[in-house]
């Protein structure tokens, strides 16, 4: 069987969330009992929580929701690049050794470890011109390891802007922790919400 990475962070409780966003809970509508079967709970959180797919709604008013949008960008071969320690932005140089013959799906690796008990305030991001540069290059799908492809404190968005303008699709939050650089086959399907600006995801990168 082929090696498969589970690059999915936990979600419960504690999970950190964008400073406002709705952070995840959940509660008991029947445990098992002598009158009941089954556990049956109820969520409630965020779509951005966790490993995650936002929607062209997210950053456009005009933009599909989550359930519309083609499968085929979070489905197939994709590689995996290291910018670790870059800075505030990744930019082109910090990803140039690994553009030759790119596949249509790009994940970049900012951490070292992923912060997992805390929002990271300084969180690496994608510079606007390197997504230019791989939607030059064909590729359809970005992700990275951190909570978003903007600064945290941007409010003009421009990474955002640049895959609303070029069409690409972009996963965030993602746990690259341990998978090395290289190529793989990517699976992180968002779920058919009709309405939603995002969904979450459980990405897997499968060895080729």
């Not at 070029?166 to 290289?182: A, H, I, K, T």
Request: hydrophobic share 45%; aromatic share 4%.
């Amino acid at each position: 069987m082929k090696k498969l990475w589970d690059i999915s962070p936990p979600i419960h409780a504690g999970a950190p969330v964008f400073p406002g966003d709705t952070a995840y809970s959940q509660t008991w509508v029947a445990r098992i009992g002598p009158d009941c079967p089954v556990n049956v709970s109820a969520i409630t959180l965020s779509p951005h929580v966790g490993a995650h797919a936002d929607a062209p709604l997210h950053y456009d008013p005009e933009g599909d929701a989550i359930g519309a949008v083609d499968l085929d960008a979070f489905l197939g071969p994709c590689r995996v690049v290291h910018a670790i320690g870059c800075g505030p932005l990744v930019l082109p140089e910090h990803i140039a050794h690994a553009l030759q013959n790119l596949p249509p799906r790009l994940l970049v690796r900012v951490y070292t470890l992923q912060p997992q008990d805390r929002f990271d305030d300084t969180l690496p991001a994608f510079a606007p011109e390197t997504v230019e540069r791989l939607a030059d290059l064909g590729v359809k799908l970005i992700g990275i390891d951190s909570a978003s492809i903007d600064p945290a404190d941007s409010k003009a968005l421009l990474s955002h802007q640049v895959i609303r303008q070029r069409g690409l699709r972009v996963l965030e939050n993602l746990l690259l922790d341990d998978v090395p650089e290289g190529d793989y086959e990517l699976i992180a399907l968002p779920l058919k919400l009709t309405t939603a600006d995002a969904s979450p995801v459980r990405a897997v990168l499968r060895a080729l």
